[in-house]
């Protein structure tokens, strides 16, 4: 069974940095593809960032490009996502997720497995 934990989320001033961590068991983490994905009060879910297995190809979403980083160390089995220069309109419940496919995927019915979520807060 696949097991997904996040961690690293908080409260932050705006303009500030955190690091996401994404820890994953009981699969072969370093196959697929691997997503965040943020859902704010009252919102839907909505994509963030994703990165292939082998870390060769990465995508994010216009609102945090230049500003967000994925990344992934296979021998820890372990997806992060550093986040910089952080806005309000950040703060949301933010979700790792393993994908079905090795490719790019930027739609959420594309991933399999989920993580329970961590909060992040960004006050302005």
């Known amino acids: 069974q696949v097991q997904l934990v996040e961690s690293g989320g908080g409260m932050m001033q705006a303009g500030g940095s955190l690091r996401l961590s994404c820890a994953a068991s009981?699969?072969?983490?370093?196959?697929?593809?691997m997503g965040w994905f943020r859902q704010a009060p009252g919102k839907e879910r909505e994509f963030v960032a994703t990165?292939?297995?082998?870390?060769?190809?990465?995508y994010y979403a216009a609102s945090v490009k230049g500003r967000f980083t994925i990344s992934r160390d296979n021998a820890k089995n372990t997806l992060y996502l550093q986040m910089s220069s952080l806005k309000p309109e950040d703060t949301a419940v933010y979700y790792c997720?393993?994908?079905?496919?090795?490719?790019?995927?930027?739609?959420?019915?594309?991933?399999?497995?989920w993580g329970q979520g961590t909060q992040v807060t960004v006050s302005s």
């Open positions: 009981g699969r072969t983490f370093s196959v697929y593809t």
């Open positions: 990165i292939t297995g082998n870390s060769a190809s990465t």
């Open positions: 997720a393993t994908a079905r496919t090795m490719g790019i995927a930027t739609d959420s019915r594309n991933y399999a497995y």
